[in-house]
């Protein structure tokens, strides 16, 4: 878990006095700039996760409103068990909750614009980092991948999945890409027409 708080040198203790109560097994203070957030998130283009060592990086993702603490634990259960121990092909694997400041998107009305899951606060995202050796371990990965985030949907009680479209898999589909709303999707079409009428960036979820 990153903790990051702008324009000071040390996060203030009210925010990270919580976690270090948790008794965490490690704890990492560092200070610096903007330019130095990648390399701490593990997302510098020199990270791991960036290079070209012939992993398979597969995400996940789902929006979230809230913490669900029961269907966290359960989904953690889950992932421990198939990337823990020496033999597991899915060792470098993260699961990542990401929490952002997100007040400015929220003022806005739900329908003032053509972007969608203005009310999730959290995004969560299995990444299971692997090297593929065959379409068997291929279809592996898209199941557990699936269920990890089956159980964080079933937690938030809705039965639609809001993804990531960056993240995204590729196959939950326009809706859970973009919106549940038809006039959303008419919107966004409407768009892409206008500023993409050749379909050159459609080789990604597209919307059409």
């Avoid at 330019?35 to 990270?47: E, K, Q």
Wanted: proline share 6%; hydrophobic share 30%; glycine share 6%.
């Amino acid at each position: 878990m990153y903790i990051i708080q702008e324009g000071v040198t040390a996060v203030e203790s009210r925010y990270t006095k919580p976690f270090h109560d948790l008794q965490p097994l490690k704890t990492t203070p560092q200070s610096g700039t903007y330019h130095d957030l990648g390399a701490w998130t593990n997302i510098a283009l020199d990270s791991p996760p960036c290079q070209d060592y012939g992993f398979n990086n597969p995400r996940f993702p789902i929006y979230t409103k809230s913490y669900n603490t029961t269907a966290q634990k359960k989904a953690y259960k889950l992932y421990a068990s198939a990337i823990s121990g020496a033999e597991s092909p899915y060792t470098n694997s993260i699961f990542m909750f990401e929490d952002y400041a997100s007040a400015g998107i929220r003022d806005r009305p739900a329908g003032a614009s053509a972007f969608a899951f203005r009310d999730a606060h959290i995004l969560a995202a299995p990444l299971i980092i692997y090297a593929s050796a065959n379409k068997t371990q291929d279809h592996t990965v898209k199941k557990l991948g699936t269920q990890l985030r089956e159980i964080i949907r079933e937690g938030t009680g809705s039965s639609e999945l809001h993804t990531y479209v960056n993240y995204a898999y590729g196959d939950e589909g326009p809706k859970s890409w973009f919106g549940y709303e038809s006039w959303r999707q008419d919107r966004l079409k409407a768009l892409k027409k206008k500023y993409d009428p050749k379909s050159q960036f459609s080789f990604y979820a597209p919307i059409a």
